[in-house]
């Protein structure tokens, strides 16, 4: 990823950015030479110097905590082989051991397909607490768009059944009210069925390049009019006149990036993001970042954000901060925003049921829809 330049930047809103960052180097300048001039001891010299570099330079109070919403998307095919099953299983535990030992938190999103092939490892990645689960459609490259509405609620709503019942009995258990179609492809009845099933957002929107009227450049989740539903945009980013989607899949198979430029563009945007105020969402597909050149540039990403302070939080919780955000006009205290958690854990005959990677999965109790294996180990080979 080449420098910003006064070129490069063509959006208006990168011309804010290069307007700002102008700025803070005239202030910089400027009060150095101020300050300079008053501190002729050359102690006291260095100690303005270093004043003056912590209130003006980048990382200062004039830079914002980044808001990180991590899309992880489960892909597999449909009707997957053994070989396939664990390859996935393996590019999962890539990504998430990436986060978790971090305690960040991040939305796993996966199809209705991936639920019934491989409900065992979905309900692993479901049950930990810092993660949210989201349904990604029903099956792979589906275009709801060329479906009526009829069939779209049938579809939709098996496949929220099936999802909601990938979890453990004893286990948490959350109603799955996210979701985001295959290829971001939708039409106004698949809003419409969101709605009637009681879905909290719909992510198949792009900064920029897919949005509801009136909301092009609008990076925050916002309502979609005429429907109880949010609308959670994922991020773009411009580079040298190319929008790019923070889709790993859209930048190597659309852009051809390498791993390398992959993770400029992450920390490009992550830098805007932190000037802005703009939250970051990206998606990464373990079928893309779950090995080679792009999984190191994913954890180079989480350990650059990590470094500067980035908040992670769950697609639901993007949409509660935004909420907060929008009844009292500021951002709330983001040290309050807590991982996903079991509602019914920890009560009554109800136990925690939490799940690590390689645990032993044991049925407790009576259950009418879970996974009912009386003993099943997920393997990490």
């Excluded at 992880?72 to 990504?95: C, E, R, Y």
């Excluded at 993001?273 to 190191?296: E, W």
Aim: charged residues 15%; hydrophobic residues 35%; positive net charge.
């Amino acid at each position: 990823m080449t420098e910003l330049t006064t070129e490069s930047l063509i959006s208006y809103k990168n011309r804010n950015l290069l307007k700002i960052r102008t700025s803070i180097k005239y202030y910089y300048h400027k009060n150095l030479e101020i300050m300079m001039n008053m501190c002729s001891n050359k102690w006291i010299h260095l100690g303005c110097l270093a004043l003056v570099m912590l209130l003006v330079l980048p990382g200062s109070s004039l830079s914002k905590e980044v808001i990180i919403n991590t899309m992880i998307d489960f892909d597999s095919p449909a009707t997957p082989t053994p070989d396939q099953v664990t390859q996935a299983f393996n590019s999962m535990v890539g990504l998430t051991n990436a986060i978790d030992p971090k305690g960040l938190n991040a939305t796993i999103f996966a199809s209705s397909d991936v639920v019934t092939s491989q409900k065992l490892y979905v309900t692993i990645f479901g049950q930990k607490t810092n993660h949210e689960l989201a349904l990604n459609g029903n099956t792979n490259d589906e275009k709801l768009s060329s479906m009526p509405y009829s069939k779209q609620l049938e579809l939709l709503t098996t496949a929220q059944k099936n999802i909601n019942s990938a979890h453990v009995c004893g286990g948490k258990v959350v109603s799955i009210r996210g979701f985001r179609p295959q290829s971001f492809d939708q039409n106004n009845d698949t809003l419409k069925v969101l709605d009637g099933l009681g879905f909290l957002y719909d992510a198949g929107f792009v900064v920029g390049t897919l949005y509801m009227p009136g909301h092009k450049n609008d990076t925050w989740p916002y309502p979609i009019m005429g429907y109880n539903l949010y609308a959670v945009p994922v991020s773009s980013y411009n580079s040298s006149g190319v929008r790019v989607n923070l889709s790993d899949r859209y930048a190597k198979d659309m852009l051809g990036f390498s791993g390398s430029k992959w993770y400029d563009t992450l920390t490009a945007k992550f830098d805007e993001a932190a000037i802005s105020g703009d939250p970051m969402v990206v998606i990464f597909s373990n079928q893309v970042s779950g090995s080679g050149d792009y999984l190191d540039a994913y954890k180079k990403f989480v350990n650059y954000a990590t470094s500067k302070n980035a908040k992670f939080v769950t697609t639901t919780e993007l949409v509660n901060i935004t909420e907060a955000k929008n009844a009292t006009g500021k951002l709330p205290a983001l040290s309050s925003v807590k991982p996903s958690v079991c509602p019914t854990c920890g009560q009554k005959n109800e136990s925690k049921g939490n799940l690590a990677i390689g645990v032993t999965i044991t049925h407790q109790g009576n259950c009418t829809d879970c996974n009912k294996s009386s003993t099943k180990t997920a393997a990490t080979s």
